[in-house]
């Protein structure tokens, strides 16, 4: 993983201090609250319903062992003994004390990790697959590039006060995309041209929120050398022409929208001439230096494990966590493991102190010390044995950590909602934790298969619904809270966004319309057939027509 320089680590602890003398004046009363605003946001720090939250910056997911125990450490001392992690694979704290946040933030230098960027208006954290590097049919390990964004991104002076936030992913797999790479600003697809030159497709103006939008395809190639000239024209059309008067309209999805994708084209390409081949272009040098951080681990020639084999037959516990939680490694007898953070009972994302030290220890015994974050809101160990698995298993579920639902319907995506945040129009943990409950049957849930089930208590859509196969969203309906459902939403490389399937529900009606939803799946899915492929086969109306039915 990338290490800091001397030069980082000054950038790092100077900040630090400086954000100490900030607050330090906001508590003395020398800065209002208006002034304190912006260096707050400026270090990921919001205040939110009952306490500050701080989102900690995990740059594409990926965390040491040192880090995961350093979040633990600071879960346990400053906050209530748990942490969250988000959908953009960030850590969030909800429980810090105003005047322990630089306290914090001087911890977090330490094992090279900040806050900075992680909320306001300028570039956040990029993000990628949780496979990186390790999964196979990748085109080349997405993180480099990841990386190089991150440092350009980083203190870029011209776009720290862009109209709105502005987030980036990059994708390297052929089929796959795990990272929601065409609901983000800018979604990048690392391809090779037809002379075999590697570059990229920028896909630009998705987004979820108020106004959910798939990204669209502004340059079908562009090479690698020109990754941040392009990157900068993008920013610089954006920053002069993304709308500043209405927030809602700031995102540069509607600028896309507005101007048409040929005419954003247009502006971009004209800005990109004076930058192309510029200072901003990217030397083989460069390029080597950053791939110099993420060369594989010690692998070990591996034979393909038999005793697995046996293993997997013997035990159906066993081989139901297999079949849903590990993948395959490119490498000759290693496995990608997934460690969920989605048990019955607690809310999706959540982990909590001991969780993070008992996974920085499995990291060192199992996968070189490494972690990565997911988008879905779980973690990853991506470089264990075979030999290992069933050992690992086996820990991993003491820990709470290998329920067998990954990609399952209980593996939901779900935002604090109004629990925590003060914007939501609904709570959505509960909702989750009933679904949970409602659908615990683990055979049945196998049985159902792929399923994206996301949830959100308000329309800025944290939780995703709107790429849920189904969604659900928390609607305010005369100051009570009801939910509505939507369809047909994915995140993958077919991304499209849900439809809603007609008037809102009360919070108990839940469980039994997503059980109406599913009865419709499996009465009509073919052989083998995804929920979402059936829905997509057979459309809306059966769905709508069952759920709305008077009685049945
Ligand atoms: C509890 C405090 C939170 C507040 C007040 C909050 C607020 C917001 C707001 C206002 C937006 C919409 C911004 C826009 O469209 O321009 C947003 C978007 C988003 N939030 Fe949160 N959020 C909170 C927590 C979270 C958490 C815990 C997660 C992770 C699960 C999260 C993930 C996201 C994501 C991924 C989006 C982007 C949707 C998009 O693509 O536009 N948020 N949030
Ligand atoms: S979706 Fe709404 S309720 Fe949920 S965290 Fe975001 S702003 Fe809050």
């Keep these: 993983m990338y290490i800091y320089d001397e030069y980082d680590q000054k950038i790092v602890n100077e900040r630090v201090s400086q954000f100490r003398d900030q607050t330090q004046r906001y508590l003395d009363g020398k800065l209002t609250e208006e ?30 062992s040192e880090q995961a125990r350093k979040l633990g450490h600071i879960a346990r001392t400053y906050d209530k003994g748990y942490a969250h992690i988000s959908t953009r694979t960030n850590v969030q704290f909800n429980w810090p004390e105003l005047a ?10 330490s094992v090279q990790m900040h806050a900075i960027q992680t909320s306001g208006n300028c570039i956040r954290n990029t993000t990628t697959d949780q496979f990186a590097g390790v999964v196979p049919n990748e085109l080349v390990d997405p993180r480099p590039y990841c990386e190089i964004i991150r440092q350009w991104s980083t203190f870029h002076p011209e776009f720290a006060f862009l109209p709105r936030k502005f987030k980036i992913a990059v994708n390297s797999h052929e089929s796959d995309d795990r990272a929601a790479t065409l609901l983000h600003d800018i979604g990048i697809k690392i391809v090779r041209n037809e002379q075999g030159e ?3 497709a920028f896909y630009v103006g998705g987004g979820l929120g108020r106004t959910p939008i798939v990204a669209s395809l502004v340059k079908e190639f562009v090479a690698e050398k020109d990754l941040l000239t392009y990157l900068d024209a993008v920013l610089r059309v954006y920053n002069l022409h993304g709308r500043r008067d209405n927030k809602y309209k700031a995102r540069i999805k509607i600028l896309v929208k507005a101007l048409g994708v040929d005419a954003f084209r247009d502006k971009v390409d004209a800005e990109w001439q004076h930058l192309k081949g510029g200072p901003g272009t990217l030397t083989q040098e460069e390029l080597e230096r950053v791939k110099g951080h993420f060369t594989a681990p010690n692998y070990e020639t591996l034979d393909e494990n038999t005793e697995l084999q046996k293993q997997l037959s013997e035990n159906k516990a066993f081989a139901n966590w297999y ?7 490119k490498v000759k007898g290693y496995a990608i493991v997934t460690l969920t953070l989605k048990k019955l009972g607690v ?25 990565r974050n997911t988008h879905e809101q779980n973690m990853v160990l991506a470089d264990v044995k075979q030999d290992d698995l069933f050992e690992l298993w086996q820990q991993a579920k003491e820990l709470g950590f290998a329920t067998p639902n990954l990609g399952l319907l209980t593996d939901m995506i779900c935002c604090p909602g109004g629990d925590f945040c003060a914007l939501a129009n609904a709570k959505s943990i509960p909702v989750a934790e009933a679904l949970q409950a409602k659908f615990d049957d683990l055979d049945y849930l196998h049985d159902l298969g792929d399923l994206d089930l996301n949830i959100s208590g308000c329309m800025n859509a944290c939780g995703h619904h709107h790429i849920g196969h189904i969604g659900i969203l928390g609607v305010d309906k005369k100051g009570e809270e009801f939910y509505q459902v939507s369809l047909g939403g994915s995140s993958g490389p077919d991304a499209s966004v849900g439809k809603i399937l007609g008037p809102s529900f009360a919070r108990e009606e839940m469980p039994d319309v997503i059980e109406k939803v599913l009865s419709v799946y499996v009465r009509n899915r073919i052989e083998g057939e995804r929920f979402i ?20």
Excluded at 100 to 109: K, M, S, W
Aim: glycine share 6%.
């Design 35 to 64: 002034q304190f605003l912006p260096l707050r946001l400026q270090n990921g720090l919001y205040v939110q319903r009952y306490a500050p939250m701080l989102r900690v910056a995990v740059p594409y997911g990926l965390l040491s």
């Design 100 to 109: 322990a946040v630089p306290d914090i933030l001087a911890e977090l230098a």
């Design 198 to 200: 590697l570059g990229y």
């Design 323 to 329: 079949n849903r939680n590990v993948n395959e490694h």
């Design 347 to 371: 809310p999706p994302g959540d982990i909590t102190d001991r969780q993070f030290d008992s996974v920085a220890d499995l990291a060192d015994k199992y996968s070189f010390g490494e972690i």
């Design 533 to 552: 492929d059936t829905y997509r086969r057979i459309g809306h109306s059966p769905f709508k027509e069952f759920v709305y039915a008077k009685s049945h």
